[in-house]
């Protein structure tokens, strides 16, 4: 019987298992699709569906950098433990290879693009699901270029816990760049500069602080130039540049990356599992309910 594009879908969608998987099993099985799930679940590779409603907030960032491109990229999976798996570790890589190498504009078009052992993403994620027995999702990556008079500047906090890649333009500073992506993992900057807060976000501030002050009882006269101090310091908080440097508390990242003949133009900073709504469930309970169920 000839195995169609509809009857792999099928399959695939009833177990989750990679579609070149669902199509050597249908044609094993001579396109009989209970007997093809058979196939699978002997296999070990039916798995995967049955873990897609899962909470994958764990995970880790990796960063890889060849030559003047660089990519930063975070793959969930459901436990700590997994994350650091061998075969885990290695899907990340893998992926990040990928990824720099195809440069796609989105997730879903990475998640649709082909690796070069002829297999899709998404079906080498669902293939490593089955092996690893936890949900694992690409979650987001950034690709990045620079000349050769510029540096990148890497770094992966606790494993890759915390992911950072800093971009430094006119210098070629590694270190500099590596030390300002430390910086932002311990102080997380939303912004790198003033310049990029918006107005009606500093005039929401702005109004915050002015209500703050009145309500503390201190005089109209002076409440605007309290403001801008205050102002000041909300800078300083969000902003990288303002901030005072992690490795020499003396000094502005400004003036260090002043130091260096460079400018900071991209800083992005990944935390694994950042927003995404994490299980609360006691794990002792659930083994517990497990357990009494058996």
């Not at 070149?20 to 799930?37: F, P, R, S, W």
């Not at 990356?257 to 709504?277: C, F, L, M, P, Q």
């Amino acid at each position: 019987m000839a195995v169609t594009a509809q009857m792999v879908k099928e399959l695939r969608e009833k177990t989750g298992a990679g579609m070149m998987d669902c199509k050597k099993a249908l044609v094993q099985t001579d396109g009989n699709l209970e007997a093809a799930i058979d196939f699978l679940r002997e296999k070990g590779l039916s798995s995967a569906a049955k873990k897609a409603d899962r909470i994958a907030a764990e995970g880790t960032t990796y960063i890889l950098v060849e030559g003047n491109e660089a990519v930063i990229l975070e793959v969930n999976a459901e436990t700590d433990f997994v994350a650091k798996n061998e075969n885990f570790q290695a899907l990340v890589k893998e992926l990040a290879e990928h990824l720099l190498a195809t440069k796609p504009a989105s997730v879903d078009e990475a998640i649709a693009s082909t690796m070069s052992n002829g297999s899709t993403v998404a079906d080498y994620i669902s293939n490593a699901i089955a092996k690893i027995g936890e949900k694992i999702t690409l979650r987001r990556f950034e690709v990045r270029t620079k000349t050769d008079a510029d540096a990148f500047g890497p770094y992966l906090h606790m494993g890759g816990r915390i992911g950072v890649l800093v971009v430094l333009e006119g210098s070629t500073d590694e270190q500099a760049a590596k030390d300002v992506a430390m910086h932002a993992a311990a102080l997380n900057p939303q912004y790198i500069s003033r310049d990029e807060v918006s107005e009606d976000e500093v005039e929401r501030e702005r109004k915050v602080l002015t209500e703050q002050a009145l309500n503390e009882g201190k005089p109209e006269n002076i409440v605007a130039k309290m403001v801008e101090g205050r102002l000041g310091k909300y800078f300083e908080d969000i902003c990288l540049l303002d901030q005072s440097f992690v490795k020499n508390s003396d000094q502005k990242v400004r003036d260090f990356v002043n130091s260096t003949g460079g400018k900071v133009t991209d800083v992005i900073r990944y935390a694994v599992g950042e927003g995404i709504e994490k299980r609360q469930d006691n794990f002792a309970d659930e083994v517990m309910s497990q357990v009494k169920g058996n």
